[in-house]
């Protein structure tokens, strides 16, 4: 099993940054993707960002076009924690954030993610 807990969130004002943290322990894979997904109050569970481990070295990632330039993920390899650095929030960033890991390629898609952490909420008003 994997344990994810996400930390960081918050209420900021737009313009605002905030970094999420994502902590992993139990059982790693070395060949995973971590995924950030985001759930706003009636909507769908949408697809944010994701970095493949097995790629750590090249810092592949994949963002979704509504945060790209303005959320960057990043690792400590030591604290085995992936963060998401999200600049110049605007109040449809807002949502529950949520960690979640699979084994093997990147995927957009959260029915493919076996291991989810419990979300941080991340506010932003209009």
């Known amino acids: 099993q994997v344990q994810l807990v996400e930390s960081g969130g918050g209420l900021v004002q737009a313009g605002d940054s905030l970094r999420l943290s994502c902590a992993a322990s139990?059982?790693?894979?070395?060949?995973?993707?971590v995924a950030w997904f985001r759930q706003a109050p009636g909507k769908e569970r949408e697809f944010v960002a994701a970095i493949r481990t097995f790629l750590w070295a090249t810092g592949f990632s994949v963002y979704a076009d509504s945060v790209k330039g303005r959320f960057t993920l990043s690792r400590d390899i030591g604290k085995n924690t992936v963060y998401l650095q999200m600049n110049s929030l605007k109040p449809e960033d807002t949502a529950v954030y949520y960690c979640?890991?699979?084994?093997?390629?990147?995927?957009?898609?959260?029915?493919?993610?076996?291991?989810w952490g419990q979300g941080t909420q991340v506010t932003v008003p209009s």
């Open positions: 139990g059982r790693t894979f070395s060949n995973s993707t």
């Open positions: 979640a890991v699979r084994q093997g390629t990147t995927s957009i898609f959260r029915s493919e993610y076996a291991y």
